[in-house]
């Protein structure tokens, strides 16, 4: 197993790697909307789901691998009334590409963030 790290994405803020590799598999950590240097964005949800996948597309460049690679997301949600807007963003990122992907709402996420997701990736 490889411990995936980068100062391009928030550090981990607890006993945990931002993403591992196994297998030629990437398995990510939740990505909360932190910027890289553990500011959390005040934005609404749209602004704090694009802030996700940046944070994403950091661990997955760290891991040798990209969101076209993507065989699997879990996106956590703090309020199902922003479905929409996180399915909109979400949208731009995933546009040809559609993993696999479940969807759930939690009473509570880090930081009181809006939206987390983690994400399976192939490793190229």
């Known amino acids: 197993m490889k411990k995936i790290h980068t100062a391009e994405a928030p550090a981990a803020i607890g006993p945990y790697s931002q993403g591992i590799v196994h297998n030629n598999l990437f398995f990510s950590s939740g990505q909360i909307p932190l910027t890289k240097e553990g500011v959390m964005i005040d934005g609404d949800v749209k602004e704090q789901t694009h802030q996700v996948f940046s944070n994403l597309k950091a661990v997955l460049n760290e891991a ?61």
């Open 64 to 124: 040798g691998s990209s969101l076209d690679q993507v065989i699997k997301a879990t996106v956590f949600i703090k309020d199902m009334n922003e479905f929409a807007d996180i399915n909109e963003v979400y949208g731009e990122y995933f546009s040809d590409h559609k993993p696999a992907r479940s969807c759930v709402e939690v009473a509570r996420l880090p930081k009181d963030a809006k939206v987390e997701i983690e994400v399976i990736a192939l490793v190229k």
